[in-house]
């Protein structure tokens, strides 16, 4: 469903994706991992056309991803992101975050995205606390706001940038939760990640970037317990 081919992408004369290749298929969960600066989260950006790559191709479902901006707008319906920092409007209740694209991107009636957003925000398990505010809910809490509202666009495919990095110890476990349960449906997910244990249970392939290149990338469990490469090897023994 998405496919990588021969991606490069530069900021300046910076390069930060040196030929990426990879294949995610309809269902799947591919965990992208690697060091601080490897180009992870460019290259998830690259995905949605928040960045311009020049080199290679993105295709999604075989349409090619540039950024330009009439096609910019329809891709960010078909692929939702969510970042390490929630990004929730504060000003906009729980609900009213999850309702705000439907409503304004892609101009359902109020009362179908009402509806829409309340199954949402019960399936990550926030039905007692749609009306709350941002600053009132707790960082795990808004985390699952932020997925609720990243479903709430009926996406082909998630793709999260390090969901958890930003939460207490005690918060990780819920919103990997809800991962997890997306993961079970068969939504199609790219996941930035250090939680090897997720990644170990819940992807089906691993890719790992360093340096902006793949150097491994296979099964999550081969490539998670079996590394070959020296790089993938020393990474692994560092974060877990
Ligand atoms: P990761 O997510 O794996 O930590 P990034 O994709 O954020 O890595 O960054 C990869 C490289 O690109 C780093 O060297 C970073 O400094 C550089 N970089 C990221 N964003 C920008 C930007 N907007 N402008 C210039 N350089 C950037
Ligand atoms: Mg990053």
Avoid: W
């Avoid at 409007?89 to 009402?114: C, I, Q, W, Y």
């Avoid at 939504?187 to 290149?213: C, N, P, W, Y």
């Amino acid at each position: 469903m998405i496919s990588f081919n021969n991606v490069h992408k530069a900021y300046g004369d910076h390069e930060v994706l040196k030929g990426i290749n990879a294949e995610v298929g309809k269902g799947q969960v591919v965990c992208l991992i690697g060091p601080s600066g490897s180009g992870k989260s460019t290259l998830l950006r690259c995905v949605n056309g928040l960045e311009e790559y020049q080199k290679g191709d993105i295709l999604i479902d075989n349409d090619r991803v540039n950024a330009e901006a009439k096609s910019i707008h329809a891709l960010r319906t078909r692929v939702s992101m969510v970042f390490q920092r929630f990004n929730l409007f504060p000003h906009m209740t729980a609900l009213e975050n999850v309702m705000e694209g439907p409503v304004h991107v892609l101009k359902e009636s109020k009362a179908d995205a009402r509806k829409h957003a309340e199954e949402l925000l019960t399936r990550v398990g926030l039905s007692e606390k749609m009306d709350f505010y941002p600053s009132a809910l707790s960082g795990g809490q808004q985390q699952r706001v932020a997925i609720a509202r990243a479903l709430a666009m009926k996406p082909e495919a998630i793709l999260f940038d390090e969901p958890t990095s930003a939460l207490d110890p005690e918060m990780v476990g819920e919103v990997l939760q809800v991962m997890r349960s997306l993961a079970e449906e068969h939504m199609t997910m790219i996941v930035v990640t250090h939680e090897i244990q997720f990644a170990r249970e819940v992807a089906d392939s691993v890719l790992f970037l360093d340096g902006g290149k793949i150097v491994e990338q296979g099964q999550a469990r081969e490539v998670l317990t079996n590394p070959q490469h020296e790089r993938t090897q020393d990474f692994l023994r560092r974060v877990t």
